[in-house]
């Protein structure tokens, strides 16, 4: 199409789809160099960030390192306060057992010493907040075991400084057996609290 125009190009008008507002006239070194600038920033960007990585890396197999090195010592720390945690539970409930119950236990356990006929010996005694326990042996030379055991226990039920505090005293167990050749019988007996 022909297009008639006799209006110089100065003074016309121009128009929104006009070929002329949208051509910019930029050199095509400028451009060339903007891209190549553009290209090194995104390179240097992405070198500082490979350096960061890489220090970080060190920084980290470093701590790493010391944390193995550190690892021993925190599970020995780590079993002792577990076991401190322990001796204080048991330490509580000790303390609570002998103070708010008001149980004076030297003289008790001067009475179960006294108590003790010839041949019968107390091996281990234990105490919770149920009972006091306690596992002996008897040896004689008379075959009388079990009234030891007996004489024992009818010793501790008669003295009122023991028995006080207690609600029942019974032989929960009792067992002969032989030992290098001569009879031992083994005993159980529990003292419960009131």
């Known amino acids: 199409m022909i297009d008639i125009n006799l209006i110089p190009l100065t003074l016309r008008k121009k128009g929104k789809g006009s070929e002329s507002a949208l051509k910019i006239n930029i050199p095509n070194e400028i451009l ?3 891209g190549v600038g553009l290209a090194l920033l995104l390179l ?3 070198v500082i960030l490979g350096v960061i990585w890489f220090i970080g ?3 980290l197999s470093h701590a790493n390192a010391e944390w193995q090195k550190v690892l021993p010592d925190k599970k020995i720390l780590d079993d002792i306060n577990g076991q401190s945690v322990d001796l204080k539970k048991k330490f509580k409930m000790m303390s609570d057992m002998t103070t708010k119950n ?3 236990w030297a003289p008790k356990f001067n009475a ?4 003790l006929p010839r041949g019968l010996w107390i091996r281990k005694m234990g105490l919770d907040r149920i009972a006091l326990t306690m596992e002996g042996s ?15 226990l009818s010793t501790l039920k008669q003295n009122e400084i023991f028995i006080d505090d207690f609600s029942s005293l019974e032989v929960n167990s009792i067992q002969r057996g032989r030992n290098n050749s001569i009879d031992v019988t083994d005993f159980t007996v ?3 609290l009131k």
Request: hydrophobic share 40%; proline share 0%; no cysteine.
């Open 44 to 46: 240097t960007i992405h």
């Open 138 to 152: 008897v040896v004689s030379k008379s075959q009388n075991e079990i009234n030891n055991v007996g004489l024992f």
């Open 112 to 115: 179960i010493s006294d108590a």
């Open 190 to 192: 529990t003292a419960k």
């Open 57 to 59: 890396e060190g920084r």
């Open 32 to 34: 060339i160099g903007v």
């Open 102 to 104: 008001g149980i004076l």
